[in-house]
DNA sequence: CGCGGGGGAGACACATGTCAGGACCGCCAG
DNA sequence: CTGGCGGTCCTGACATGTGTCTCCCCCGCG
């Protein structure tokens, strides 16, 4: 049913012109006459002309499309990361493509496939460390940005993280300037959060109050390890969670305990989520700059683009604290 | 530093064949020996060959390419129906782009544009009416599913929703079935669950008690509704909220008031985010069937991308109450 | 009349799929 | 034994829609 999309020659045919005085008006060329050119335009516009991307794309080499491949789309991290992202992207002339591959490393690989048979220009990978033999040697022929990762090491990858340690820091900076001694933390997957912990707390001398527990990194973890804290003697006055589902698990452990927040226990999570802004948790939390992650990237992308060969860059963004009514004075 | 990539006319010389027989090779025909299809293979597999979808896609005139318009990615249920949307069409054999319009329409426009161009085989607009120029031209030439939203009257357009007026149905049964009379409800943007609840409540003859409070769709319109409702007097021992957001709200109200939850107000929201399984919400919730929208939308629209020109169809999908700990006996 | 330059057209290239046809082989009938 | 026929495998040519490059034409000016 519906009828071929028109294409240049269709619009040559009906401006009376040559295909290829079509093609210069289209991209702009200042060797046209007023003239002529009026008559193409207004022939396209008849026709609903559009132009063709996959044939441009074959004859310039490239397609102007980003692949940025994400883990898991529900998380919310990512849903803005890509908002700042696409938004730059945009700024550059490049088309932003989502590939989702749900924690599966075989999507992983597959939708990366699609991308280079697609022949983007470049490469986002959202959480996923290129380890297996397809994502490496896309690295190589496509410049990539990995987001999220560190300790990649690959000729010409660059990388965009949060500066973890310095999330830490502001976290016990925080609790330590309303009083308390004894902050626990609760360890996830990013290590570099609990590096930034025992930092943080040997630079205020607290090094005796240490106390790390491990989890997964689930509500269901965060309310165990948050139980086995807290059953200890004495009990921490703070916990400092590896992320805000943890933290939530922590909330559930005090209220199953009787303990009031932020009264007898503050809270603190990570990754700022739209949750910890409900009034009904109030948590307070590291806010990874998302946004600005994502403008990140893009830069660091389209400059890769533009001249593919230099050597691997770290760009490492700030977080910033957001305090709530889970945490208090002791 | 990126050296071009392998063609097909690479694999063929190293063969020693022609490209066509390569192609062949490569689309899998049964009139080639083992001995050539072999040596093919493995020249393939030396060069690191990939075929290259762009100049396969203008050959062949269809891309196998689905563009997935979505008005916001933050939104869980969007995420979860793109998982089941993905998975689905993938089983055809197509690859889904998302672009992401971030409420805007200039943007929607823009990315349905790019779609175009790229000429993708189907589209998939998430939460967003085809009432621009754009979209409905893009309609016209593209076979189209318009997910979560009712009341769209163009030709040979699918439409998936949700059954929203059994949603309803679901949350109000739940709650007369625990002995609740005044139920209130607090109405959102979808016009249908207020309907819902009305049905329903007449239903059961509980007409008298009927009790709607308009509110944004936020969380802070649903504390607000709900302070209105429950300083009435008498005050309903049950709310139903338009979605998990205001009934967020609905619970910082209660908590405010000094209200317990169940014991003295039982709350039902509508879309099972992922906030309302958390156990320290535990939100008695209904729930979309989210993927088995998405798995809707990827049938259809392949059906229609193998033969497009059919009618117009609409699919309801039923959804599921999730019973938590919000909801009780009177 | 010659030269320069602006404006336009035609040919080619991009990487691939397909189709018509050709080479070769084996078999059978004359 | 040979010619014809059918079948298998493979090749070359063409097509897809666009951008660019070279070349040509014509006009105006010196």
Known sequence: MPRPRPTIRNVAERAGVSKSLVSLVLRGSPHVSEHRRQAVLQAARELGYRPNAVARSLVEGRTHLVGAL???????????????????????????????????????????????????????????????????????????????????????????????????????????????????????PRSSRCEGYLVAMRRHSLAPYIMVEAADASEEGGREAATALLTRDPRPTAIFAANDVVALGVLSAAADLGLRVPEDLSVVGYDNTQMSASSHVSLTSVDQARRTMGRSAAALLSDRIGDPGKGARLREVRPELIVRRSTGRV
Chains 1, 2 share one sequence.
Do not use: C
């Open 70 to 188: 994400v883990a898991d789309l529900h998380n919310p991290f990512y849903a803005e990361f890509l908002d700042g992202l696409q938004e730059s992207l945009h700024g550059d002339g490049l088309r932003m493509l989502i590939g989702n591959s749900q924690w599966d490393p075989a999507f992983e690989d597959e939708a990366v496939e699609a991308f280079l048979e697609l022949r983007v220009d470049g490469l986002v990978l959202l959480g996923i460390a290129p380890t297996s033999e397809t994502l490496i040697e896309a690295t190589a022929y496509t410049p990539t940005v990995v987001v999220g990762e560190r300790d990649i090491e690959l000729d010409g990858v660059d990388i965009v993280v949060d500066d973890d340690q310095l999330g830490a820091r502001l976290a016990i900076d925080h609790l330590v300037e309303l009083g308390h001694k004894r902050i626990a933390h609760i360890e996830g």
